[in-house]
Nanobody, 123 residues
Framework: QVQLVDSGGGLVQAGGSLRLSCAAS????????MGWFRQAPGKEREFVAA????????YYTDSVKGRFTISRDNAKNTVYLQMNSLKPEDTAVYYC????????????????WGQGTQVTVSS
């Protein structure tokens, strides 16, 4: 079992920045590929970013490339999502998740989920 706690969401104006954090406990954090997803009202949960176990490799959905950065600190059992140049369409609940090793971008590829943190970007 891995327990994940998301934090760092809030209300920000368009063009602003936020940094999300996800603290993990339980099984060895460094064993897991970690991801961030988001879900806007009335929409399905979608992949945002993922990071390899070592942190050397990162992956992003096209809409956030160049604006968001995923990182991890295995010593602190924490994964981060730095979000810059935020847009109103980034408004969603953001979830971190621990990958079960099947698919990097599919919701079904992740075994453990945080509770989510709300990000609201005003225009």
């Amino acid at each position: 079992q891995v327990q994940l706690v998301d934090s760092g969401g809030g209300l920000v104006q368009a063009g602003g920045s936020l940094r999300l954090s996800c603290a993990a406990s339980g099984r060895t954090f460094s064993n897991y590929v970690m991801g961030w997803f988001r879900q806007a009202p009335g929409k399905e949960r979608e992949f945002v970013a993922a990071i390899s176990r070592s942190g050397r490799n990162t992956y992003y959905t096209d809409s956030v490339k160049g604006r968001f950065t995923i990182s991890r600190d295995n010593a602190k059992n924490t994964v981060y999502l730095q979000m810059n140049s935020l847009k109103p369409e980034d408004t969603a609940v953001y979830y971190c998740a621990a990958n079960g090793g099947i698919s990097l971008v599919a919701v079904t590829g992740y075994d453990y989920w945080g509770q989510g943190t709300q990000v609201t970007v005003s225009s």
